[in-house]
């Protein structure tokens, strides 16, 4: 915890590590004590009883102690040398390496997108693709969108919005609602739901006009749990928690996905299998990211794109120069909540059921984690924190042979959320800039290329006024 | 009418609650503007730590007079609190002053999601209820109709050691030599640095009062309620917030008279209206307050500078 960068690097001083490593395991043994020492049971008489478990306790000091000496006598000093040696040498990553890396990336990326399902059919087999397509693809896939269409709000405008996922709900329920009443198809309705998510936008945008940072994202926090609230207590409309079940699964363009003469199977001569939905869901939410993504990168090219930005870096100077700071802030609310109620439909057309329970705050904190994590306003970025956090953690559910470590009873998944949350912390302190730095403005008016030589400005000579930048 | 006073003792005792966790927020807002997310699993764990020190005490070594374990609890309970917020501090924030506006608030998002997650693997699930303590109650008019309004030993208990702490508190921020360097970091935290004060000590400190308050706070509510669950942080802490804001954030005093206004506004609600919409009603407060009386009640209009 404390900088041991300054310390003499080619030295390992053991009593101070040893003091750093008693102090450390004694607050860990106070932290810990209370909730993990003792556990609450209930016994046979329906009674709040006291369990210890101190073996556990130990074992968790330990732990924490052990990695605290790891961290004074091997990691410290080597992040002391490493320091030292990166100052000589410049910046190790050479922004133009980096670049060329990231050019190269992203069409790799998209590949194995599009050749997934290819690449699972044909190592899992038919059965067991179904699981990796549906568990893995389809639902990181829904996640990247989500991130994606916060990014707009988020990274490119600036505005935290914590309650992202009521645009979602409103997608969903948009689509539930009315293709149980009135029998649509998905595709008219998928346009409809993100027609209604963007008018929701505006309207919750509106009053919010006026407030920025962390206000701003107290009172979406607010917004989103009122919807929540509503759907669960407005049951002749909503059904409250018991949910809409039922809903129509999307077709292939009129074409169901069912066993019967009709179904798309039969139609194109193949074996009945619900693999093919699987795989058209996975292609129809890539193609519905691949529009976001797209649009995205349209829009921060047109002149509202560079509003959204230059309103990110700094509200002040964009009304000074004349930008209408309403109508700017407006569109992006609008613009991200209708991908919102994009992914919102398709995730209503995927489960064929849906709750108040999948639209809690958790999903918003969850969506605003990624965009954060990935580094607000990088596309690439969000994807990669879309995987590595909803991929990591729908692993944890794959983990079945640490119940041969642990004893039968032991479940990983219940500790999801709990590693969810200690990454989004750690990431935060370990680049709180997100995986990839957060996007410079597309646009410098007589800069340089990169930020990291911006110090240097004066005395960059620049060939042309203003500079562009991709991707 | 008797509905009315009955609802108004409620909403105090409840405000009462509200107001110790608020003034968490306000108080750490003000020195470090941050909106500590976390503050209401905080408070949460706060709770279990109340409940597990009861259960020591009165099953393991059967301390039969409640007052006296009460007063046991909230003393263990405030020490392991605010040994946790401590280290929440040093880990989860500090590394990350200075850093961009948003960085603190997404990691107090994390840390809030591991404090319920880790209470919810820690000590399961299950709502934990306590037996039923101090229940004697003074029934103050019998109306014609039958209607009593009543006020519980409980309820006593909740005023009498919120307004003993607020004053103990009042007096730490306003006459010691700590306070006065705790306001200072507030005012000025580079010029508070220049001045000899110890800017990380005085943060940490911060923290540590926040932790204390809303260790009395989870007691209280252990108390009040009888219940506590992993999931108890979120709603609290939200509502807590609002208060803070209410009442101005960065005002103290704000913070207990907005945590009283949420308490009333929410046990009013309850009986005239719709007990289903009371969240509803808390959270529109919030959002109706920040948009039309951002500074609160008591505090400061926030001057934009350039």
Redesign the interface.
Known sequence: ?THEASAPASRVDIVHALRETAITAL?AF??L????G?????NIHN????ETRWPLLAAMVAIIAGGRFLHAILLAPWLARHAVRSRQHGEAAHPAVRGRFTRLLVPFTLGFAVLYPVIALSLAGTQGAVKWIDNFGVQILIYVMLGWGLNIVVGLAGL?DLGYVAFYAVGAYSYALLANAFGLSFWILLPVAGCLAAFWGILLGF??L??R???L???T???G??IR??LI?WVPMTNGYAGISGIPRPTFFGIPFNASDEGFAARFGLEFSPIYRTIFLYYLILGLAMLTAALTVRLRRLPIGRAWEALREDE?ACRSLGINTTNTKLTAFAMGAMFAGFAGSFFAARQGFISPESFT??ES?VI??IV?LGGMGSLLGVAIAAVIMIGGTEIMRELDFLKLVFGSDFDPT??R??L??????LI??WR??GLIA?REPSTFLNAPRFSLFRARKAESAQPSLARERHG | MEVFVQQLINGITLGSIYGLIAIGYTMVFGIIGMVNFAHGDVFMVSAFIALITLLLLTTWLGIGSFALALFIVLIVAMLFTSLVNWAIERVAYRPLRGSFRLAPLISAIGMSIFLSNFVQVAQGPRVKSVPPFFNEVIVLTSASSGYEVAVSYKQIVVWVVTAALLLVFWFVVSKTALGRAQRACEQDQKMAALLGIDVDRTVSITFVIAAALAAVAGTMYLMYYGVVSFADGFVPGVKAFTAAVLGGIGSLPGAVIGGLLIGLIETMWSAYFSIDYKDVAAFSVLAITMIFLPQGILGRPDVEKV
Request: aromatic share 12%.
């Open positions: 915890m607050i106070g932290l004590l209370p909730l993990i003792f556990n609450t049971v209930q009674e709040l009883v006291l935290l009053p919010v006026r407030l940072g962390d206000y994202a107290i009172v926090l607010a917004f749990e009122i609230l509503i207590n002040i705050f958790m904190a605003v984690a954060v219940q500790y959320m709990l969810f949350g200690f990454g989004m912390v935060m302190v709180p800039r957060t």
